[in-house]
Every structure is written in C-alpha cells, then in structure tokens.
Nanobody, 124 residues
C-alpha cells in the first residue's frame, strides 16, 4: 500500500503561482511513477502531468504544458507540481496518484493509489 497526502492548494489570482506537494508513505517511493490529475466542478477528472520512477521523463497535458512542472524528491518521498501563470480554468481539486507501471500513463484506471485531493482556486 502507498499512502499519498497532497498539500499546497489555495486561492491565487490569475497569473500567480502555487506549488503542490504529495507526500508518500508505505512503500518504496522510487518504485512508483507519480501523476497529477484534477477535477473541476461538473467535469470529469483529467490528467495533468506524470513523472517517471526516476523523474527523468515527464509528460504533460497540452492545457498545462509550458506552465506546470512535475518533479520528485525521492529522499523526501515527495512529488511536486509547480504551477505558474495560473488561469481561472485551472480551478479544480488536484489529486496526486502513484503507479508501479512503466510508460506514459494518463488514464485514471492506470493508477492504483490516490491522495485525497487539494483545492486550487484561481480568481480572475
């Protein structure tokens, strides 16, 4: 079992930045690729970003490419999502997720472990 806890959400003005953290516990963190998803009100949860087990390979949804950056610190068992140039459309609950599977994984069902989510609200 892997337990994930997100933090760092909040209210920010458009154009601002936030950094989300995802603290992992339970199993060897480096055995898992990490992903970030988000769910806006009335919408389905969508993929945002993914980092490989080593952190050397990342993948982003087109909507956040160039603005968001995913990273991980295995010494701290923590994954991060740096969000810059935030837009009101980025308002959502953000979830981190973990999977032992290799390759680019962008579907919810490909991740077996999830955090409880953290709210990000971007005001215009």
């Amino acid at each position: 079992q892997v337990q994930l806890v997100e933090s760092g959400g909040g209210l920010v003005q458009a154009g601002g930045s936030l950094r989300l953290s995802c603290a992992a516990s339970g199993r060897t963190f480096s055995n898992y690729a990490m992903g970030w998803f988000r769910q806006a009100p009335g919408k389905e949860r969508e993929f945002v970003a993914r980092a490989s087990k080593s952190g050397t390979t990342t993948y982003y949804a087109d909507s956040v490419k160039g603005r968001f950056a995913i990273s991980r610190d295995d010494a701290k068992n923590t994954a991060y999502l740096q969000m810059n140039s935030l837009e009101p459309e980025d308002t959502a609950v953000y979830y981190c997720a973990a999977t032992p599977a290799p390759g680019i994984r962008t579907r919810e069902y490909e991740y077996g472990y999830w955090g409880q989510g953290t709210q990000v609200t971007v005001s215009s």
